[in-house]
């Protein structure tokens, strides 16, 4: 990932991203594991508490670091004082580390429900040409474009390439998925609006 606002950027980007990559992945891992639901609701129970320390830790600096880091006597300031250069490092090797087990994931799920090669070549080859599409459509878009607008256009192409495939190719409950993830992510993007202006204008 590159460094700077852009970096900011994508780490913005990527949070819905993330969590379909960590459900598909805890769902593969724990599949035919004895109380697996029950695993499930733990991950996102633990999930759930890390996102509230994290919102916390976040008020905390946005609103106190200055003065702490100045006064040296608050010791998560201190912290990220002498350390806070790690922790964009940190989280490069996190999200690495988490899309790659979560494409090996999926890849493994979505070709288990192919009856043959011809199926899964049939699948995998307008998805790929969808995407390459997609990057090619991307790197065109003129520069004028704001950081919110680009990232909607985005998912809307993304989105909409994928309900057009999964129409001549999928089921139903496929399709659902689409349209239920399209609102996940815009919802995300909405949530993260404010940051990504910030970032586009760094």
Do not use: K
């Amino acid at each position: 990932l590159p460094q700077g606002a852009h970096s900011s950027q994508l780490y913005l980007l990527c949070q819905y991203s993330l969590g379909c990559g960590l459900s598909c992945s805890l769902s593969f891992l724990l599949e035919g594991a004895p109380h697996r639901t029950c695993n499930l609701v733990l991950a996102a129970g633990l999930g759930g508490l890390l996102a509230t320390y994290a919102q916390r830790l976040a008020r905390h600096v946005c609103t106190l670091y200055e003065l702490h880091s100045r006064a040296r006597y608050c010791g998560i300031c201190i912290l990220l004082l002498a350390n806070g250069h790690s922790i964009p490092r940190l989280l490069r090797n996190a999200l690495t580390i988490a899309f790659t087990v979560a494409d090996l994931a999926a890849v493994a799920l979505i070709n288990r429900d192919f009856l043959s090669t011809a199926e899964a070549v049939r699948f995998w080859t307008p998805l790929t040409i969808c995407y390459t599409l997609l990057v090619i459509h991307m790197q065109e878009e003129p520069r004028q474009s704001t950081g919110t607008q680009l990232a909607h256009q985005t998912v809307l192409v993304r989105m909409g390439g994928l309900f057009i495939l999964l129409l001549t190719v999928g089921r139903w409950t496929d399709v659902l998925h689409i349209l239920i993830s399209l609102l996940g992510e815009l919802w995300c993007l909405l949530r993260a609006g404010v940051m990504l202006e910030v970032c586009q204008q760094q």
